[in-house]
């Protein structure tokens, strides 16, 4: 199977990348924009005939993956052309790529096209999105299934991982644990979400176009945990650190974008198919990290 990875120079395309290339079943190239990683190419998904992109013509692949999205939930609320653009223009740019080779698509969904009311939730909860980011999550999945019926969206939530950049949030808290400066954090009590590895999702994402599934899957870990309790959780695992948390609620935050407040991902559906499959949590992460 050749597998071509938009955006694997970031924290899920990345770790997919990494375990695909490890499978013997699988030929992958995996892309970069503006940052370039080990063994990526570039490619600028908001301009398929920019003369640096890769000619995907010569590798052909069975298999698109879009890993890229405008991620940052607050930007997006106050630059929405871009959002659109970074978010629902790509994923209709790849999906014209998968067209002309006949490929499968795997988009990434999010739990953001849910209101926060009463997560976590299934695939088939009612979907309202809350902010920008969300309602361009949304408005490209939907492309996503109208235009490739065989297409896969694994919807993901908090996703931390080893990634070279150390950008999500699990990362940044631990090195500011491992640092000897002082910080306080603030941090909502009240934003709820199913945390998950990273490299969980490219193991699932693998089985997944392996045995040629379709349709929407949570990928999510055992964690149910609000961001208190996940800063305290990579906290735990560095007795010396310097990091004290002062829990606020989300309204005292004020965060220019609106936020699903109890959301999260069940992942019944995929454990079904897959009862072996065993999700990590942060203190196996951790551990394996070797706090
Ligand atoms: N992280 C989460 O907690 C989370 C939660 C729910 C859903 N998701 C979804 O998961 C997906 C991946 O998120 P992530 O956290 O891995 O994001 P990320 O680390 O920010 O990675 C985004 C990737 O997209 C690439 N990219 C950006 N603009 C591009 C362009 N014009 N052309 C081609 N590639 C471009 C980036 O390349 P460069 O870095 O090289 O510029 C990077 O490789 C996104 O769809 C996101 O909405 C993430």
């Not at 199977?1 to 992958?28: P, R, T, W, Y």
């Not at 994923?91 to 490929?103: G, H, P, R, S």
């Not at 990273?198 to 999510?220: C, E, H, P």
Request: glycine content about 6%; some cysteine.
């Amino acid at each position: 199977m050749k597998v071509l990875i938009f955006g694997a120079s970031g924290l899920v395309g990345g770790n997919m990348f990494k375990h695909f290339s490890q499978q013997s079943d699988m030929e992958v190239v995996g892309t970069h924009f503006s940052f370039e990683t080990e063994k990526t190419v570039p490619f600028n998904t908001l301009d398929l005939k920019a003369k640096t992109n890769f000619d995907v013509a010569s590798f052909s692949p069975d298999v698109i993956i879009n890993c890229g999205a405008l991620t940052w939930v607050d930007y997006c609320e106050e630059n929405i052309d871009e959002s659109y653009q970074k978010t629902v223009v790509s994923t209709i740019n790849t999906l014209k790529i998968a067209e002309q080779f006949n490929a499968k698509y795997l988009y990434i969904g999010t739990d953001y096209v849910f209101d926060g009311k009463n997560g976590p939730y299934t695939e088939d909860a009612e979907v309202n999105p809350l902010n920008v980011y969300a309602r361009h999550k949304l408005e490209a999945e939907n492309l996503v299934f109208k235009h490739n019926e065989n297409a896969l969206s694994l919807r993901i939530t908090n996703v931390y991982g080893d990634e070279t950049r150390d950008k999500n949030f699990v990362s940044r808290l631990y090195n500011l644990g491992q640092s000897d400066e002082k910080h306080h954090l603030k941090l909502p009590y009240d934003q709820y979400a199913t945390p998950v590895n990273a490299l969980d999702i490219a193991k699932a994402a693998y089985l997944l176009l392996t045995d040629n599934k379709k349709g929407i899957y949570n990928i999510a870990s055992t964690d149910f945990v609000n961001r208190m309790q996940l800063a305290q959780l990579v906290l735990n695992a560095i007795p010396e650190h310097q990091v004290t948390l002062e829990p606020i609620s989300t309204k005292e935050l004020n965060p220019p974008a609106n936020r699903p407040l109890t959301g999260g991902l069940i992942t019944a559906k995929f454990l079904s198919e897959y009862p072996d499959f065993q999700f990590s949590n942060i203190q196996g992460y951790l551990a394996q990290k070797g706090v």
